[in-house]
């Protein structure tokens, strides 16, 4: 019914700069607070950013600048840009919303936590 599909991770070289996606799509009602995740080998998975539908932003500690989160509500999709790369932005990127959707029989279902299923970012000299 409902999908987050997240795109734009890949292998890519120290320094560049990158933007991940993450296109909601499906029988949405709202789409409310979204966000980004990621998962680094061995360790838990971590908030990076969040934004709210009005805008509102929320960034982890360790990002530093370098991480700028942006939505396009009218496209339902939430980007990530990262700045000047470095091996330890390799991760598992995984986009998470706050939505509302219909069901099959039209009825209304709200969920605090909805999950992509990821985008594999590797930085590599």
């Known amino acids: 019914q409902v999908q987050l599909v997240e795109s734009g991770g890949g292998l890519v070289q120290p320094g560049r700069s990158l933007r991940l996606s993450c296109a909601a799509s499906?029988?949405?009602?709202?789409?409310?607070?979204m966000g980004w995740y990621r998962q680094a080998p061995g360790k838990e998975r971590e908030l990076v950013a969040s934004?709210?539908?009005?805008?509102?932003?929320n960034y982890a500690d360790f990002v530093k600048g370098r991480y700028t989160i942006s939505r396009d509500n009218a496209k339902r999709t939430v980007y990530l840009h990262i700045d000047t790369l470095k091996s330890e932005d390799t991760a598992h990127y995984y986009c998470?919303?706050?939505?509302?959707?219909?069901?099959?029989?039209?009825?209304?279902?709200?969920?605090?936590?909805?999950w992509g299923k990821g985008t594999q970012l590797t930085v590599v000299p």
């Open positions: 998470n919303a706050q939505l509302c959707y219909y069901r099959e029989d039209d009825a209304p279902v709200c969920l605090r936590d909805y």
């Open positions: 499906g029988r949405i009602l709202s789409l409310d607070d």
């Open positions: 934004i709210s539908s009005s805008g509102n932003t």
